[in-house]
């Protein structure tokens, strides 16, 4: 399975994505952030970046990999973290290196 890379994520940052914390539910979510990190060294390293989905449901929950849907990008998992919560939801975050 072949993950998107840095670019489609940014193409798509304003898309809807849907993530599936708990068996059978999805959540929908939006990108809220795609960063860069580290440049690689040579070119035969993938290049380092994090995205950042902002989901409104205002349970936490724990990191894991979960099953990620998107209407273009199709089905991937990603190892998500929580990063940040109030009121308005959490904010996941999925590194890449």
């Known amino acids: 399975m072949a993950l ?7 193409q798509h940052s304003q898309d809807d ?4 914390f ?11 952030e795609v960063k860069s ?3 690689a060294q040579n070119e035969s390293r993938k290049e ?3 995205v950042v989905f902002a989901c409104s449901e205002p349970q936490v929950f724990e ?5 990620v849907s998107h209407s273009e ?6 190892f998500l973290v929580p990063i940040f919560g ?11 290196t």
């Open 37 to 39: 990190g580290l440049q």
């Open 22 to 32: 708990l068996p059978g539910e999805r959540f929908p979510c939006e990108i809220e």
């Open 17 to 20: 994505f849907t993530i599936e």
């Open 73 to 78: 990008l199709g089905d991937f998992e990603l």
């Open 63 to 67: 990191q894991g990999v979960y099953p």
């Open 4 to 10: 998107p890379t840095k670019k489609q994520f940014e």
């Open 48 to 50: 380092q970046f994090s």
């Open 86 to 96: 109030d009121d308005q939801g959490v904010h996941y975050e999925a590194v890449f």
